[in-house]
């Protein structure tokens, strides 16, 4: 949006300059090769009246005169006498008297007027006058104006024309005057629209802060934070739709927030009775010598634990939402070992083997919340044992994922999982049809999700080398803290 803004503020901006600009050059060009074009007319003008009055000292006087406006000026002058063929005393024959403007001159009075291009012009500008014998056209005024030299131009029919005089004009000058006058006003634009450009961006920057403001607002509410909300800025129609977002917000963050506290309170006040129901279902097993009631105690003993394992998740679940408390640095590597210092016991009974590989001393401290690490680890080898084989090896892997963060690996080799339970195993009381399926709650790797996401890392599943299910884990390190990692 603020690129499009800029490009409409600069075409705008274009659009005026070569309104008031191009005329005004146009102006200028036109105004140029018309004052050239009458000054080298009456250049000529001035020539055929001297040439016409007949004298020798008039003669010389042409003859100077020519010299001077080759030397000072671009130009050249050239005369023909009333034949067309023969020269005009003191100046020489032209290179081509047989030229149609020099017939045009002789034959017709005409005065001619070539700039060598329909465009603006050509290399030289070529200017041929006829000259008449008329003795008293300088004898009266010798400083005549403009108007009097047009005036002895158009003489009356009885006048004879004894010759022509043409003057070359050379036009270099002009196209250097020309490229000025068009570079100038070019450079002058692109200044122009430079200042626009940056002007715009300026404004457009201006302009879209509140819109810029909502969509950060959007993202950080659209990522789980519902704490998120959008200053009130702007023009009335942004104010106006912040606050109806953050009225929303506010209201959606009130609800999820009784929603967790719900759940949080139901899950905490059905430990108490799930653990009475249990500790009684104990006694009666103790108390009873039929194998068919012992039978039925014991499935309802295993609902019972199943229960409470649901229960306690939820709980966790509710409290990881809740963000209570800010991650902190921890040595990983420590970390997973004293976990797997408890975890061993029970793979030894089984006969199943956790392997710790990967660096020891060149991991950097990750950023976790308090106990929300060995939640996860302990949530991770509990489903990794459980479809672990006998004598199998389950192997946990430490290593740096790159400068900003840290990879924790679970490996085993149980059944592994497909593409689509894969894609659903993060869901909340979803169950495969695996082992973990049938005895598990369906919220451990949910848990998983939610406590490494809070820590701003990410948790992904795919195939272990070999068959099996690898659980990648990954965390910031102390070092990358303002960084949030994506799944």
Known sequence: MIRRLIVSYVLLVAVALAAFTVPVAFTLTAQLRGDTEESVRREATTMALLLGDGDEPARQALARMAGAYADETPGTVEVVAADGRSAMPPLPLPSHPDDPAFGAALAHGRTTVDWGSRL?????????????????????????????????????????????????????????????????????????????????????????????????????????????????????????????????????????????????????QLRTPLTALRLSLDNIADGVDDGFVREDVDQATAEVVRMSRLVSGLLVLARAEAKVSAPEPLALRELVEERLKVWRPAADERGVTILLTGEADDLPPVL????????????????????????????????????????????????????????????????????????????????????????????????????????????????DAPRWITP
Not at 135 to 149: F, I, Q, S, Y
Not at 157 to 173: K, L, S
Not at 373 to 400: K, Y
Not at 440 to 453: D, H, P
């Open 120 to 268: 603006v012009w050509g290399p030289e500008l070529v200017v041929t006058v006829p000259v008449y014998a008329r003795r008293e056209a300088l004898g009266e005024d010798d400083d005549g104006d403009d108007e009097e030299a047009e005036t002895v131009a158009a003489p009356a029919p009885a006048d004879r024309i004894v010759g022509a005089v043409r003057v070359r004009y050379e036009t270099a000058d002009l196209s250097d005057r020309l490229w000025r006058i068009w570079g100038f006003r070019a450079i002058l634009a692109i200044g122009v629209l430079a200042v626009a450009a940056g002007l715009g961006a300026i404004v457009a920057r201006l302009l879209t802060r509140p819109l810029r403001q909502l969509n950060d607002m959007a993202s950080r509410f659209g990522d789980g934070d519902l704490t998120a909300r959008s200053p009130v800025t702007g023009p009335q129609e942004t104010q106006t739709l912040a606050r109806t977002l953050n009225q929303g917000a506010e209201r959606l963050d009130t609800l999820v927030a009784s929603q967790r506290i719900f759940v949080a309170d139901a899950s905490h």
């Open 368 to 479: 976790v919340g308090p106990g929300n690490l060995d939640q996860v680890l302990d949530n991770v080898l509990s489903n990794a044992l459980e479809v672990s084989p006998d004598g199998g090896t389950i192997t946990v892997r430490v290593e740096t994922g790159g400068p900003e963060e840290a990879v924790l690996e679970v490996l085993d080799e149980g059944p592994g999982m497909s593409a689509a339970e894969q894609a659903r195993a993060f869901d909340r009381f979803w169950r495969g049809q695996g082992l973990t399926g049938r005895s598990g709650s369906g919220l451990g790797l949910a848990i998983v999700k939610q406590l490494v996401t809070d820590d701003g890392g990410g948790v992904a599943l795919r195939d272990a080398p070999g068959g099996g299910l690898c659980v990648r884990i990954r965390l910031r390190t102390a070092a």
